[in-house]
């Protein structure tokens, strides 16, 4: 069984920065994908950002040059960092695991952290 524990996420203005970083534990593969998405009320969830054990990265187009994702492999840990944020980055944000790039379907979640801009 795999656990994915989220934190960082909170209330902030525009313009500001927020971290989050999601911890896995259990039974993890020898390879993966650790990725962020997130859903707004009333939207299906989105790629934030995504991020291979060899440090190949993929950034939705929304977040290209906003937002920088991260892991540490022997912590298994996976961290966004969030800058410049706009009321449209509002969301719950959800952290994935999966076995390779595109089967984030058949992954593991976490339980969300909810990230609030206001204007």
């Known amino acids: 069984q795999v656990q994915l524990v989220e934190s960082g996420g909170g209330l902030v203005q525009a313009g500001g920065s927020l971290r989050l970083s999601c911890a896995a534990s259990?039974?993890?593969?020898?390879?993966?994908?650790m990725g962020w998405y997130r859903q707004a009320p009333g939207k299906q969830r989105e790629l934030v950002a995504s991020?291979?054990?060899?440090?190949?990265?993929n950034y939705g187009d929304s977040v290209k040059g906003r937002f920088t994702i991260s892991r540490d492999n022997a912590k298994i840990t996976v961290y966004l960092q969030m800058n410049s944020l706009k009321p449209e980055d509002t969301a719950v944000y959800y952290c994935?695991?999966?076995?390779?790039?595109?089967?984030?379907?058949?992954?593991?979640w976490g339980q969300g952290t909810q990230v609030t801009v206001s204007s």
């Open positions: 994935n695991l999966a076995p390779w790039v595109g089967a984030h379907a058949i992954g593991y």
């Open positions: 259990g039974s993890i593969f020898s390879t993966s994908v």
């Open positions: 991020i291979t054990t060899g440090g190949s990265t």
